[in-house]
């Protein structure tokens, strides 16, 4: 090899690190024998920083920038040995760039849940995720405690550790919040900053500085969350007495829709039987009606009932309830007043407007 080959495969003209990927961290700059030539160009692009190494030495630290490597502008630079053959003062020193962007997105989440006690519920079991950023700000301890000899560093080479870095302060902090969790959700920023500043000192340790974290969800165990749903129903449904009369109002409405469902018509009795009851007070009398006694022919207490007659009808005698019965049998207690119901209608109705019972009626008053 002739020394112009020689020269022009060693000696380095310009430094620079042009990063394409996400993740990388910190790349060391490779050249032949770490061979640069005095006064090469080294360029620092923005959201990057650089460092100048001779034999484990910082000669020093560039900002983003153009600067011209010389002895005049690194003075550290005069005391490292010059290129054997004395040409263009080359020396030999390694570069390194670490990339001083934010690295956003990298995400945290406890293993196993976090026991503590709430002051509402008592004893629970949480689980707890979300993000967090980092970014190198210490050059210099960053290639100490992380880079090492390494040609390059990615940021997941890292992210175990410092995840776990978090989620060990994110468990002290929700054990020690007293927080119920209730109101746990509108304090996911207070506790997360409360975080980021206690787990600021071990990211420091190796360089980098956490800057922000951000806790997305705490959740309770499936069967805590699904009682809690309950209890949440019960308090939104308040009156429990005026939730049945609609759950029985709505059966109804479906049985009609479904006249020919025999289902539907087993629900309408059930549940109409109920409502039947409830808008037959006011259309008796204005005072409230006493208890309606059980059907003729109902099965005594602790016995199966019979089965329901195939047409079954309700009417009211003397403000009590009667049925269920055929129309046979309604019809020898029918007056055109009589107040009638079964499946399908949607309230008590004079046996008059009903047109199945208009025909029996017939020279009735």
Same mark, same amino acid.
């Given at each position: 090899?002739?020394?112009?080959?020689?020269?022009?495969?060693?000696?380095?003209?310009?430094?620079?690190?042009?990063?394409?990927?996400?993740?990388?961290?910190?790349?060391?700059?490779?050249?032949?024998?770490?061979?640069?030539?005095?006064?090469?160009?080294?360029?620092?692009?923005?959201?990057?920083?650089?460092?100048?190494?001779?034999?484990?030495?910082?000669?020093?630290?560039?900002?983003?920038?153009?600067?011209?490597?010389?002895?005049?502008?690194?003075?550290?630079?005069?005391?490292?040995?010059?290129?054997?053959?004395?040409?263009?003062?080359?020396?030999?020193?390694?570069?390194?760039?670490?990339?001083?962007?934010?690295?956003?997105?990298?995400?945290?989440?406890?293993?196993?849940?976090?026991?503590?006690?709430?002051?509402?519920?008592?004893?629970?079991?949480?689980?707890?995720?979300?993000?967090?950023?980092?970014?190198?700000?210490?050059?210099?301890?960053?290639?100490?405690?992380?880079?090492?000899?390494?040609?390059?560093?990615?940021?997941?080479?890292?992210?175990?550790?410092?995840?776990?870095?978090?989620?060990?302060?994110?468990?002290?902090?929700?054990?020690?919040?007293?927080?119920?969790?209730?109101?746990?959700?509108?304090?996911?920023?207070?506790?997360?900053?409360?975080?980021?500043?206690?787990?600021?000192?071990?990211?420091?340790?190796?360089?980098?500085?956490?800057?922000?974290?951000?806790?997305?969800?705490?959740?309770?165990?499936?069967?805590?969350?699904?009682?809690?749903?309950?209890?949440?129903?019960?308090?939104?449904?308040?009156?429990?007495? #005026?939730? /049945?009369?609609?759950?029985? !109002?709505? &059966?109804?409405?479906? $049985?009609?829709?479904? %006249?020919? =469902?025999? *289902?539907? @018509?087993?629900?309408?009795?059930?549940?109409?039987?109920?409502?039947?009851? #409830?808008? /037959?007070?006011?259309?008796? !009398?204005? &005072?409230?009606?006493? $208890?309606?006694?059980? %059907?003729? =022919?109902? *099965?005594? @207490?602790?016995?199966?009932?019979?089965?329901?007659?195939?047409?079954?009808?309700?009417?009211?005698?003397?403000?009590?309830?009667?049925?269920?019965?055929?129309?046979?049998?309604?019809?020898?207690?029918?007056?055109?007043?009589?107040?009638?119901?079964?499946?399908?209608?949607?309230?008590?109705?004079?046996?008059?407007?009903?047109?199945?019972?208009?025909?029996?009626?017939?020279?009735?008053?």
């Amino acid at each position: 090899m002739s020394l112009r080959e020689l020269l022009a495969g060693e000696l380095v003209d310009i430094i620079e690190w042009s990063d394409e990927s996400d993740d990388a961290m910190a790349w060391r700059f490779a050249r032949p024998q770490n061979e640069i030539k005095n006064g090469a160009q080294l360029i620092v692009r923005p959201g990057q920083m650089a460092m100048l190494v001779d034999q484990g030495t910082v000669a020093d630290v560039f900002q983003p920038g153009r600067f011209e490597l010389t002895t005049a502008n690194v003075p550290l630079l005069s005391s490292l040995r010059g290129w054997k053959y004395g040409f263009s003062s080359p020396f030999k020193a390694d570069v390194i760039f670490l990339s001083t962007k934010q690295f956003v997105g990298r995400k945290w989440g406890t293993a196993n849940p976090v026991i503590l006690r709430d002051p509402e519920l008592g004893p629970i079991r949480l689980r707890a995720y979300g993000t967090y950023a980092v970014r190198v700000t210490d050059a210099r301890r960053f290639v100490q405690e992380l880079l090492g000899a390494s040609a390059a560093f990615v940021v997941d080479q890292v992210a175990e550790q410092l995840r776990d870095m978090v989620v060990a302060r994110v468990s002290s902090a929700l054990a020690d919040s007293a927080i119920s969790v209730y109101e746990l959700a509108a304090k996911y920023a207070e506790v997360g900053a409360r975080v980021q500043e206690a787990v600021a000192d071990q990211f420091r340790q190796y360089g980098l500085s956490i800057t922000q974290l951000v806790i997305e969800n705490v959740s309770l165990p499936p069967e805590v969350e699904a009682t809690l749903d309950q209890k949440s129903r019960l308090n939104v449904i308040g009156d429990l007495d #005026r939730y /049945a009369r609609l759950q029985s !109002a709505d &059966a109804v409405r479906d $049985a009609a829709r479904n %006249p020919g =469902g025999g *289902a539907a @018509a087993v629900v309408g009795l059930g549940v109409g039987a109920a409502l039947g009851q #409830r808008a /037959a007070g006011p259309a008796l !009398a204005t &005072a409230p009606a006493p $208890a309606l006694a059980p %059907p003729a =022919g109902a *099965a005594s @207490a602790g016995a199966e009932p019979p089965p329901l007659p195939i047409a079954a009808w309700y009417y009211v005698e003397g403000r009590e309830r009667r049925g269920p019965v055929d129309e046979a049998t309604l019809a020898q207690s029918l007056t055109p007043s009589t107040l009638v119901w079964t499946a399908g209608m949607a309230a008590w109705t004079p046996a008059a407007a009903v047109t199945e019972l208009s025909a029996r009626l017939k020279g009735r008053s």
